[in-house]
């Protein structure tokens, strides 16, 4: 499991602020996403390039020339020259939190938010429709509901959005029962 570094998410929080807000007043917010999304991908599916990138022997006039060379004529100016910044300033190691963040504002300035909706077994069209549904009305925003599938829940839902929780599941449930159980609660012994 990658540890999270307080000063990474920082740093990508910025750049990833600064990169939207550009972006936005340029009227090209969502070309300039689906450009640095399509960077990402590349350079973390290809392990040559992504080693090239972040080889300190490698200098950044190289690095830049190399990613001109495979990106200038597939994105928008203000993606390219986003990516020659966190060449220059070494960050180029924060881009995929970057494009996380960079989401995550959009989807703020859209009135979007994006649950997780986890369930013991696959819910069918008509479910999600209703969890949407509730989850639209209860917030006030557009929903984009990601759906992941964990039998260990038994059955019910946990919905999570951003940092908060809703565990409406079996197993905890269960675990509950279990600690009042186990709390040594002395029923009909008074």
Known sequence: MK??????????????GALFQSALESGKSEKVYDDIVFINE?????????????????????????????FSIHVDKIALDFIFLLIENGRLDCLNEIVNRYNQASNK??????????????????QKERIN??????????????????????GGIIIKI???????????????MKKQLTKGTNYGNN
């Open 42 to 70: 590349t350079i973390e599916t290809n392990e040559q390039l992504k080693n090239a990138l972040i080889n300190p022997v490698v200098t950044n006039n190289d690095k830049k020339d190399i990613v001109q060379k495979l």
């Open 3 to 16: 540890t999270i570094d307080i000063k990474h998410i920082k740093a990508a929080k910025k750049y990833a």
């Open 109 to 126: 300035k859209n009135n979007i938010i994006t649950p997780i909706i986890i369930s013991a077994v696959e819910l069918n069209a008509e």
């Open 162 to 176: 951003d940092d908060k929780t809703i565990d409406c599941s079996i197993k905890t449930k269960f675990d509950n």
């Open 133 to 154: 549904s509730k989850l639209k009305l209860k917030t006030g925003k557009n929903v984009l509901s990601e759906y992941i599938i964990d039998s260990d829940i038994i």
